[in-house]
């Protein structure tokens, strides 16, 4: 069968990972059906904006959870 009368398995693949990654991470702000009919340029644009909020929230939880280095104290008579 030609690609060209639908889509390729490895495309409806990507497509449904993309709209389980929106409706999954999107924290209950998007159904399947709105995602599934969004327009591709929208579904890539939201998701490139929750890969960019994980990015700096694992950001500030790996700075947090490193240790901080305190000076040796300065003990003078």
């Given at each position: 069968?030609?690609?060209?009368?639908?889509l390729t398995?490895?495309?409806k693949l990507g497509m449904h990972g993309e709209i389980f990654s929106l409706c999954y991470h999107?924290?209950?702000?998007?159904?399947?059906?709105?995602?599934?009919n969004l327009p591709i340029y929208l579904r890539r644009f939201y998701i490139q904006q929750i890969n960019k909020a994980i990015e700096s929230q694992n950001k500030a939880e790996?700075?947090?959870?490193?240790p901080?280095?305190?000076?040796?104290?300065?003990?003078r008579r």
């Open positions: 069968m030609s690609p060209f009368f639908g398995p490895d495309y999107g924290k209950g702000g998007f159904t399947w059906d709105e995602v599934y790996s700075a947090a959870s490193k901080k280095s305190k000076a040796a104290p300065n003990f």
